[in-house]
């Protein structure tokens, strides 16, 4: 590239690292981007940068779309899960070339710029988790998009009519859109609009109110928004304002008050950050503290580090939302020591505390290095928090689904992940059996990778799946899945949700596809591959272009379907027996990539 292209992407690196970035990157004016940069991949012929990958870069500054579009012939543009702040720049625009923008797992905030549109090369679209709000720019205009990822944010106004045949990706959920769903052409379930409490019509249960004629009617609807809006944000920007640090004062009063504890004992206890997320998680908290009954204390079950961690303590430290489950919240809580722990707040579940407290011991008891520890847990009438320590190296979801360099995750990285996680989970179900305790909620969000990149389960046994309806899955093979025993108070739980789970989630291994609807989609659509003969179709090309083994990968996708089909108790197996199958595929994989090196 030439030098002035060279000067400007050092000032876009310069201007997103804020000084807080890796400067070992190798991003030197004196140096060849093509050859030398860290994060920067260019053509064939090495004359022109094509991609900028900067994920988990520790990143916090602000991206400047003028330096960035300096290199003419850019097409993907990846800054996903850094702490970018600051609006998506005005001018990206300039960039004609671009196919690929991720940003997913930033702290962007502010409108999305209306010129976004007219990027008419762009394939795929993930800014999801971040604080950006507004309304969309009408990206129904690009007639190539395949992929449209928006959700966790702040934004509103209507869907865009996007082409949904053409979409293979589609997620709007938990912002503030309103008014009808498009016609989703049935490709997306609810997963994919769930969390807009405006929205309105099919695949969502509430229907949309009839269409006025009297367009005035409709006009003072419509301001009756918009005043409402402007009243929520006056509250928002009044609340803001009020509740700097007074307020925390007040919070931490509260539940001072209420559990009785005095703070001057824990030194994790100073707040500094004024980030704004962590304001609306303190009062989340602090509303449920100032409405609860009697508090008790924060149970801290292992880990000697939080030895003496209260309630108050996670009240009053900085936390991140990490992620909106449909059984609660997860936050990320870090404390002015460094300590950061990842905080589960669980949503209705109503157990009593007693019954609470004892599932998490006998959770704690049945320890596994694959399983996350259980830290602490706390339980009132109100609220029930699990904490573990949080985990930096993502989750299996991420590295199948999030990352650019999907490529890297191997067969073999597959086949021992699988592996780990079915000797795991038998474990787990032989020690947990008599207390009627599976995972419950077992899929790829849910195993996050140590500091040594080994698979942990997390969240286990915190809830048991609501009712799910897998006839429709099983069906296709004559048979039908019972899920009456799926009680969320787990009275009568049985293991066989965690192997459908395994199942799904060995599917998900081998197709790459993302999961919609519980794995039931993904499931029906194997099947009837599977039927029709396709088999080897149903394989993540990544795999087959990697010269995976078809034969075992054929092992796998037969466990697979073991795991999910639930015509006859008989051929049902347990996860025992499911280990002992990833076993024998494991060995003989082992043995035959030995065979080839010799
Ligand atoms: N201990 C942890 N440390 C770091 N990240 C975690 C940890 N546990 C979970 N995560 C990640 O945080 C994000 C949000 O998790 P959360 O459990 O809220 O989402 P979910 O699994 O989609 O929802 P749910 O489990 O309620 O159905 C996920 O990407 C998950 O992989």
Request: net charge negative.
């Amino acid at each position: 590239e030439e030098d002035d292209v060279k000067l400007a992407l050092i000032k876009f690196y310069n201007q997103l690292s804020g000084g807080s970035g890796n400067p070992n990157l190798g991003w030197d004016i004196n140096t060849d981007p093509c050859t030398n940069w860290t994060g920067v991949f260019c053509n064939s012929k090495l004359t022109a940068v094509k991609k900028i990958v900067l994920d988990n870069m520790l990143l916090s500054g602000t991206p400047d779309a003028d330096s960035l579009c300096a290199a003419e012939s850019l097409t993907v543009l990846s800054l996903n899960n850094n702490t970018i702040t600051g609006d998506i720049p005005q001018g990206m625009e300039s960039c004609t070339q671009l196919t690929h923008i991720f940003l997913s797992g930033n702290k962007l905030s502010g409108n999305l710029p209306g010129s976004l549109s007219n990027l008419n090369n762009l394939k795929r679209f993930n800014i999801s988790h971040n604080n950006v709000s507004g309304v969309l720019p009408d990206f129904s205009r690009i007639s190539g998009l395949v992929s449209f990822l928006v959700q966790n944010n702040s934004l509103t106004g209507e869907i865009p009519q996007f082409d949904f045949k053409n979409l293979q990706d589609f997620n709007v959920s938990f912002n503030n859109f309103t008014g009808p769903i498009p016609d989703l052409k049935g490709r997306f379930s609810v997963d994919s609009v769930m969390g807009n409490p405006g929205l309105c019509g099919s695949p969502l249960p509430n229907k949309c109110p009839k269409e006025s004629k009297i367009t005035v009617e409709k006009v003072l609807t419509y301001s009756g928004y918009m005043i409402l809006g402007l009243v929520i944000l006056m509250f928002i920007v009044f609340k803001l304002v009020s509740n700097k640090k007074p307020k925390n004062e007040k919070i931490h009063d509260v539940a001072k008050m209420e559990s009785g504890i005095d703070s001057s004992s824990k030194n994790h206890s100073k707040v500094t950050s004024s980030d704004y997320k962590s304001d609306v998680i303190r009062s989340e908290y602090s509303i449920t503290s100032e409405t609860g009954m009697v508090s008790s204390s924060l149970v801290v079950l292992t880990s000697p580090i939080v030895k003496g961690l209260k309630f108050e303590d996670l009240l009053k430290a900085p936390a991140e939302l990490l992620g909106r489950g449909r059984h609660g919240n997860l936050y990320k809580v870090i404390f002015e020591d460094g300590m950061t722990l990842a905080v589960k707040r669980i949503k209705d579940w109503s157990i009593s505390s007693e019954e609470f407290k004892s599932k998490m011991q006998r959770i704690d008891q049945a320890k596994h290095p694959n399983v996350m520890d259980l830290v602490a847990f706390y339980c009132s009438k109100q609220e029930k928090l699990v904490v573990y320590n949080y985990q930096q190296n993502g989750s299996l979801f991420k590295l199948l689904h999030e990352n650019e360099n999907v490529g890297r995750f191997d067969w073999g990285s597959r086949l021992s992940v699988a592996a780990t996680i079915a000797e795991t989970l038998a474990f787990m179900h032989e020690k947990l059996y008599a207390d009627g305790i599976p995972h419950g909620n077992l899929k790829s969000s849910n195993i996050v990778f140590n500091k040594n990149m080994d698979p942990c389960i997390s969240e286990y046994g915190l809830m048991i799946v609501e009712h799910q309806d897998y006839s429709s899955t099983s069906s296709v093979q004559g048979g039908s899945f019972k899920s009456a025993n799926q009680s969320r108070d787990g009275t009568d739980s049985t293991f066989e949700v965690d192997i459908y789970g395994y199942g799904v989630l060995l599917l998900e291994l081998l197709t790459g596809k993302q999961v919609q609807n519980n794995g039931v989609d993904l499931a029906r659509w194997i099947n009837s591959v599977v039927r029709e003969e396709w088999t080897a179709e149903v394989f993540d090309k990544i795999l087959i272009k990697e010269g995976a083994s078809e034969e075992r990968m054929l092992h796998l996708l037969q466990v697979a379907l073991k795991c999910i089909d639930f015509a006859q108790e008989s051929t049902r197996p347990t996860m025992k027996e499911v280990a002992e199958m990833m076993n024998i595929i494991k060995e003989d994989e082992e043995e035959r990539s030995i065979d080839v090196y010799e």
